[in-house]
């Protein structure tokens, strides 16, 4: 088991950026503190925009760690991210983490998976794809977006990822039209194996949902709107079916969907 | 050149610094210790402590709006109980000077979660009589001079001598009426403000940012109000006043001490950066450094309106 690395605060710069879609934004943030945040699962608070900027830090999960750097898919939805997604080179940026607890904490011992990413639900996919590979399972990614124009560039995507499966809810786009749970459901009819999905909550309930049908385990990426990232604001959490509630940033973000109240949250 | 001397008085308290935790976003005390040690602090002001644990509102329980944060938390905690088996002795052994935040549906609760905590170690209790968050109780109270001294002299009678402070609500016509409510029923200081009572409004989805409905505003937003209103009830009250709202640097900090403040919290700013106790800390001493001053007594109440 890997203990979880202790969270810190660090320095990065911009290295370079990249849209992969519309909305979609690769950024590549250059810092020594790269190597603590190598463990799939973990996320950061990250800031850099001028100040004074939207208040809170925000949150994102890692995409991948590689040359003394952090990479991150960050989809622009409102005012902090539109001002991440468009710093120029150079930029200094505040990073806070890792945060979290590390996959291979909560996961100790890794199945052949199921991947489903809904829509920037991608991001931590492919940390998690070489985390698999590592420990010898195999793994299939199914990646849905709502229309063609959020979808990622698929030649940057088919360079990590070489088992894939795009939909997109309206036809719009490449790959299948209609929601990702259908070829999800489709392969778990075929073979079932567990999953681990990353999305819009509708997306993690929904998997949670055909896990059940199937009996295998959920395992939900859970995206949450946050303040400290280190369990004391309790902003982050979510109702468990038991009772008490799930701190997303220190429990988290990664939990059995099995175990959360979907109708309460 | 000598150190500066930042100790600050509570009644019979005395502090090694102005600097404290507010409620609510220190945890229980020892979760954040890694970036600022909780021993470095004038005190730690712990969660909100209810007779047993409450669950909280559902979420959302934030959202952001311009120069603040809206929550709406609903003083989720662990429980009195809990907090003086489990969390207060590792926090007393690490050596903060504990600070606990109570909170009560009436004057009777205040009274026994005051007795539970009469015969332990924690060095303080803030009487929180303004959380906007709650049905029953909260700002409720703090709105009535009446309700605040029924409140102060029940935690009195049952608190064993544990000096007290009353964290008010800055939502009140005459906050020096209210202050002086709980100096009368003698409590060691008042503490100000709470957050702001606000309401955040999703247009898209026809109803509230927050899924408690109503919520509190704290944050940069709030610090004129605040030092206003700290300013008001330092100029009224025999007793210190220790201010917060919005500090979200050393110079917010000397801002209050100049209206009149005998120590501040810092709250929303540690949420964002953890160390901001810390640095709010070590910023106040620079500043004395630079301005050749030994203690901060030169410039505490000294702004003239």
């Known amino acids: ?265 | 050149m000598k150190e500066p001397d930042l100790t600050a008085r509570l009644g019979p308290l005395t502090l090694k610094n102005p600097v404290l935790t507010a409620s609510g976003t220190f945890g229980y005390g020892l979760e954040l210790k890694d970036f600022c040690p909780p021993a470095a602090l004038g005190a730690v002001i712990v969660k909100g402590l209810s007779l047993s644990p409450w669950p909280g509102n559902p979420g959302p329980r934030m959202f952001e709006v311009p120069g603040g944060l809206m929550n709406s938390i609903g003083l989720e905690n662990m429980g009195v109980e809990a907090f003086v088996t489990r969390a207060l002795p590792p926090l007393l052994a690490a050596g903060a000077t504990v600070g606990v935040n109570i909170l009560g549906r009436s004057p009777e609760e205040y009274g026994r979660l005051a007795a539970r905590l009469a015969g332990t170690e924690a060095h303080f209790l803030e009487v929180n009589v303004s959380c906007p968050n709650v049905a029953k109780g909260g700002a409720a109270f703090g709105g009535d001079p009446r309700a605040v001294d029924e409140i102060s002299r029940a935690v009195r009678e049952m608190g064993g001598g544990k000096p007290f402070l009353v964290k008010l609500t800055p939502l009140v016509s005459d906050i020096a009426a209210v202050a002086a409510a709980a100096e009368g029923a003698g409590a060691a200081a008042v503490s100000l403000i709470n957050t702001l009572p606000g309401l955040a409004v999703d247009l898209a989805r026809r109803r509230p940012r927050l899924g408690g409905g109503l919520g509190g505003l704290s944050g940069p937003a709030v610090k004129p109000l605040a030092l206003r209103q700290v300013w008001l009830c330092a100029q009224a009250l025999k007793i210190p006043v220790v201010g917060l709202g919005g500090i979200m640097t050393a110079e917010d900090a000397l801002e209050f001490i100049l209206a009149g403040a005998e120590a501040v919290e810092v709250g929303t700013a540690t949420l964002i950066d953890p160390r901001a106790p810390l640095t709010i800390l070590e910023g106040l001493k620079d500043w004395l450094r630079r301005e050749g001053l030994p203690n901060l007594g030169q410039i505490r109440g000294a702004l003239r309106i």
Do not use: N
Request: net charge positive.
């Open chain 1, 1 to 265: 088991m890997t203990a979880s690395p202790a969270p810190l605060i660090a320095f990065g710069r911009l290295r370079a950026g990249r849209r992969l879609s519309a909305d979609t934004f690769w950024l590549d943030v250059e810092t020594p503190a790269a190597e603590s945040f190598r463990a799939p699962g973990c996320f950061l608070k990250l800031r850099g925009w001028p100040e004074p900027g939207p208040l809170l830090d925000r949150p994102f999960s890692l995409h991948r760690v590689q040359a003394g750097g952090l990479q991150l898919l960050i989809r622009r939805v409102g005012p902090a991210t539109r001002l991440l997604c468009g710093l120029a080179p150079g930029r200094p940026l505040k990073i806070t983490g890792p945060l979290g607890r590390p996959l291979t904490e909560i996961i100790p011992d890794p199945a052949d998976f199921y991947l489903v990413a809904g829509g920037v639900g991608l991001a931590p996919m492919a940390l998690v794809l070489d985390w698999l590979r590592e420990s010898g399972r195999r793994s299939r990614l199914f990646y849905g977006e709502r229309s063609g124009r959020h979808q990622v560039d698929p030649a940057w995507l088919a360079a990590w990822a070489d088992d894939f499966t795009a939909t997109v809810d309206d036809g719009s786009g490449y790959g299948r039209p209609g929601l990702v749970t259908e070829p999800l459901a489709e392969a778990l009819a075929r073979e079932p194996r567990p999953i681990l999905a990353c999305g819009p909550p509708p997306l993690l309930a929904a998997v949670t949902g055909l896990a059940e049908r199937f009996g295998v385990a959920p395992w939900v990426w859970l995206e949450a709107g946050m303040a400290c990232g280190l369990g004391v604001c309790l902003s982050c959490s979510l109702p468990l079916k038991e009772g008490g509630r799930f701190k997303v940033c220190r429990e988290g973000p990664v939990a059995d969907g099995r175990t959360l109240d979907w109708e309460a949250a």
